[in-house]
């Protein structure tokens, strides 16, 4: 079953069209690569998916609700989360309240006036952020300020922040850009940990055809706005069209 | 206790203490010497302390923990005495009823004003609460003079007549609290020492103790961690679920309350309001406290109201004729050439004293007044540390 399923949608920005006609599903427990060349429209048809931005035309159904139109926090709230391509974290706090936030939003929602109640006693949220740190090996790094860690520990940290929640898709930009090769085959592992271990549905907008390959289920290949073939990454790397796009620059 | 840490009910108490027997710590000396003008001791000052302590507290709340600097801030003091005011002359001339309408007020225009400022962040969000405060100012001079009495402020007259009085006619209403008149004080002689109790004192100091207890609880909450997220990341806030704007306009209104609270305080204290209270440099010297003590902190903003208050109202009394005192013991021509090189930084200079002191503290110790103490007890505890290392590596002979 589609758990998102994107139809017919068109973005322009002034005269470039950006996004034309994009018709997408992402089947759940599967991890799906949204892959293309740069200018390729995949940061807009993120943008679109988490409502950043509203498309001209067209629909974004997730789990058989319109996801547009609604906020970031609503969307987040109504099951998808999001790792950057730059790691977004809380960097003046330190790791463990990292993680206490997204726990916090889950059960209280957008807005809570918890004012009176110690973090301290939230003895339920601690262990649920504890369990997540060991499970992504950063248990012993709780009181480290989250700014002063490494860009590989800042994405770990990320991820588990995402992961908390119980999301039931993970969207995934460049989760590798401008790392190390080291850090890359860490975050690989990392995923595929993740996907073994709870199952959850990713999509994932890469540019490193290693990480595609290694990680993708099903592939979507876009070139200028449009999606160009959709299939097993085995097929992908054999297709005519998409070597032509795409594949042409670099040997599979 | 009280749901405190070890470490915060530490602290609460500490204040708890300090503020219990301020008449003696800021009375040093004694009556009648040359440094008795340095006692801060006097009712007057030590309600300002306590007040201002409370309006810097909550200013902190806002832009210690979010990051939003408001420049607007003396407007909701300025509500809250004037609301406190009011209530005074028609309705009942103990405080109480007064401090909670302040606080009621402040906290609705915060509301008013939040929502509108809030639209924006950063230094918009600064030009518009000073917007907002200027506005106010112009108002209460002279639009709303029927409500706020103009230039000359509002004071209680003796045609004012409160619901709840019981005053004969002409007599002139004082502030009380069921009947305790707030400026009654009991007056304790110790050899040469005078140290003076002062009710309304310790009615503010109640308030601020419960002020700066609950300054510890939001700091500690979910709610303060989430403000604390604000400053950090918002758009990692929005992505995960939660409305910074929604948590921002909260603190911008428990902040607004502070200083509806201390501007309530003000009016039981000394019962008359003037529009200056809400000029722009009012709003400027809270801001001042709260980074000169230490942003973010639990005490810093107690410190640099404290410090402000003090060098405002003890160094600013300082003249030349007390000058030629304290150097009268060097040859004549070098004392007067210390005089003139010293006597701009005293009496209406304490400006000047006071910049430099916040410049010296922004370059060298960012983290406000409370970063210096700190750092202050790390060395010390190093040397500490060294000695006894000292000690254990020196072989007894």
Redesign the interface.
């Known amino acids: 079953m589609a758990i998102l399923s994107v139809k017919g949608v068109n973005k322009r920005f002034g005269g470039l069209q950006a996004l034309g006609d994009v018709n997408l599903d992402v089947q759940e427990n599967t991890v799906h690569a949204i892959i293309g060349p740069n200018g390729a429209g995949k940061s807009t048809l993120l943008n679109v998916l988490?409502g950043k931005l509203i498309p001209d035309s067209g629909s974004v159904m997730f789990d058989g609700q319109s996801v547009l139109g609604r906020?970031?926090?609503?969307i987040?709230?109504m099951g998808i989360?999001?790792v950057?391509q730059t790691p977004?974290?809380?960097?003046?706090?330190n790791v463990m309240?990292n993680m206490?936030?997204?726990c916090?939003?889950?059960r209280?929602?957008?807005?809570?006036?918890?004012?009176?109640?110690?973090?301290?006693h939230?003895k339920d949220m601690i262990e649920k952020a504890e369990e997540m740190l060991a499970e992504v090996n950063m248990l012993e790094k709780r009181e480290m300020q989250a700014s002063s860690m490494s860009r590989g520990d800042k994405r770990r940290l990320e991820m588990a922040?995402c992961l908390v929640?119980e999301p039931r898709l993970l969207l995934l930009d460049e989760p590798t850009a401008g790392m190390a090769r080291a850090d890359t085959e860490n975050t690989i592992q990392l995923l595929k940990d993740i996907r073994t271990k709870r199952g959850i549905t990713m999509a994932i907008i890469e540019h490193d055809m290693n990480v595609v390959f290694s990680l993708a289920e099903r592939i979507t290949v876009l070139a200028q706005g449009t999606p160009l073939v959709e299939d097993t990454p085995d097929n992908i790397k054999g297709h005519p069209k998409v070597r032509e796009a795409y594949l042409g620059e670099a040997q599979v | 206790m009280l749901?405190?840490?070890k470490k915060d009910s530490t602290l609460l108490l500490v204040v708890f203490g300090l503020v219990m027997l301020a008449p003696f710590i800021l009375n040093p000396f004694p009556e009648g010497s040359a440094m008795a003008q340095f006692n801060a001791g006097y009712p007057d000052l030590m309600q300002r302390f306590l007040i201002f302590g409370i309006f810097a507290i909550g200013f902190n709340l806002l832009f210690g923990l979010t990051g939003y600097l408001s420049f607007g801030h003396a407007a909701f003091l300025g509500v809250g005495s004037y609301a406190a005011i009011w209530s005074m002359k028609l309705v009942t001339l103990n405080v109480i009823p007064g401090i909670l309408l302040a606080i009621a007020i402040a906290g609705a225009f915060s509301l008013l004003v939040g929502f509108v400022s809030l639209r924006r962040s950063g230094i918009y969000f600064s030009i518009l609460t000073l917007a907002f405060a200027q506005m106010s100012y112009a108002l209460a001079y002279s639009v709303l003079t029927p409500i706020t009495g103009g230039e000359t402020g509002l004071q209680i007259k003796n045609t004012d007549n409160p619901l709840f009085g019981a005053l004969n006619p002409g007599e002139i209403g004082r502030a009380n609290l069921f009947g305790l008149e707030m400026n009654s004080s009991f007056e304790l002689n110790v050899g040469n020492w005078l140290f003076t109790f002062n009710l309304g004192y310790y009615i503010a100091a109640v308030f601020m103790l419960i002020a700066f207890y609950m300054s510890i609880?939001?700091f500690?909450?979910?709610?303060?961690?989430?403000l604390?997220?604000v400053?950090?990341?918002q758009?990692?806030?929005?992505?995960?679920?939660?409305?910074p704007k929604?948590?921002t306009l909260?603190a911008f209104v428990?902040s607004g309350m502070y200083a509806g609270l201390a501007g309530g305080l003000m009016v039981a204290m000394d019962t008359q309001v003037g529009p200056e209270r809400m000029f722009w440099t009012a709003s400027g010297e809270v801001v001042i406290m709260t980074i000169l003590g230490g942003a973010g902190t639990l005490m810093g903003p107690v410190l640099g109201a404290g410090f402000i208050k003090y060098l405002e109202n003890i160094v600013s009394k300082i003249n030349k004729d007390i000058l030629h005192e304290w150097f009268a013991f060097l040859p004549d021509g070098l004392e007067d050439v210390l005089v003139t090189m010293v006597y701009p930084f005293v009496g209406k200079g304490w400006h000047l004293t006071m910049g430099i002191l916040f410049m010296l503290v922004v370059i060298f110790l960012p983290g406000g007044l409370v970063e210096g103490g700190q750092r202050m007890a790390k060395l010390f505890r190093r040397n500490k540390a060294a000695d006894a290392q000292d000690a254990a590596s020196k072989p007894a002979e």
């Not at chain 1, 209280?108 to 301290?120: K, L, N, P, T």
């Not at chain 2, 500690?220 to 989430?226: A, L, V």
């Not at chain 2, 758009?235 to 409305?243: I, K, P, V």
């Open positions: 988490v906020k970031p926090h609503e987040n709230q989360s999001r950057f977004e974290i809380f960097g003046d706090l309240e206490l936030i997204p916090f939003a889950k209280d929602g957008a807005f809570r006036m918890h004012a009176i109640e110690s973090i301290r939230e922040m929640q | 749901g405190l840490t609880r939001i500690r909450s979910p709610f303060g961690m989430m604390r997220a400053k950090s990341n758009q990692r806030m929005n992505y995960t679920g939660l409305t929604r948590y909260s428990i």
